[in-house]
């Protein structure tokens, strides 16, 4: 079965710094990966998809993740967090239904801070 | 070009009544799924909707249902509601079902007392 673990509830950077947002994943096949972002009141953003090409993916607004198979990790990191930043992130892993079609399983959010 | 437009933004409901929430797809995508994000977790699948047949179902109730029309939009409906049913409603939209990131609307929020 397919599920992603968020590691941390809560992140709290100063603006500037670096964000590292965890998530390790379980999968019975070669995963599809996503991070999405939900700032408050709005829906969810991709910030970035891995399946299986590289390694290294790199997202929208600085936002990177590195797959590594060995640790079943897909941490999410920015070198340098702005204000805006702050909104509630998701670490997410696809699954399959039958007939070949799939969903997404979410993890429990991180919600990330962002201070001057 | 327009993402995807949920309706209403937000509703009120009493227990035991029912309700409808709409759904717009980006033009062009034809497949359609629900989540459902309870106050403080992530989205849970619910439904997913291809070509205007259901393609997968989430672990909910019977007393929710979904369809699709020919012009790709979607409606889910919720029978008999419940105080736990209170939660946001997101809409996603991809041009197919396999593996396509999904585009999510602004979604539903749905209060029921």
């Known amino acids: 079965a397919q599920s992603v673990t968020q590691l941390d509830s809560h992140v709290s950077v100063s603006e500037g710094t670096p964000v590292l947002l965890r998530c390790n994943y379980s999968s019975s096949y070669s995963p599809s990966l996503f991070w999405y972002v939900q700032h408050p009141n709005k829906g969810l953003q991709l910030l970035l998809k891995y399946t299986s090409a590289a390694t290294l993916v790199k997202g929208i607004n600085g936002f990177e993740a590195e797959f590594k198979k060995s640790e079943t990790s897909f941490h999410l990191t920015k070198p340098s967090a702005h204000m805006s930043d702050a909104a509630e992130y998701f670490c997410v892993v696809s699954a399959l239904l039958s007939g070949g079609y799939n969903k997404l399983i979410f993890g429990a959010g991180t919600r990330l801070a962002v201070h001057p | 070009d327009a993402g995807v437009t949920q309706s209403p933004t937000h509703l009120i409901k009493t227990r035991g009544q029912q309700v409808t929430l709409r759904c717009s797809p980006i033009?062009?995508?034809?497949?359609v799924s629900w989540y459902q994000q309870v106050l403080g977790q992530g989205p849970q699948f619910i439904f997913q909707?291809?070509?205007?047949?259901?393609?997968g179902r989430g672990n909910f109730p019977d007393r929710f249902s979904a369809r699709q029309f020919p012009n790709y939009s979607s409606e889910l409906n919720v029978n008999a509601l419940l105080l736990g049913d209170s939660a946001l409603y997101l809409c996603a939209s991809s041009p197919d079902s396999y593996n396509s990131p999904l585009h999510f609307g602004n979604g539903t929020r749905l209060t029921v007392t």
């Open positions: 909707y291809y070509e205007k047949e259901e393609r």
């Open positions: 033009s062009g995508h034809k497949s």
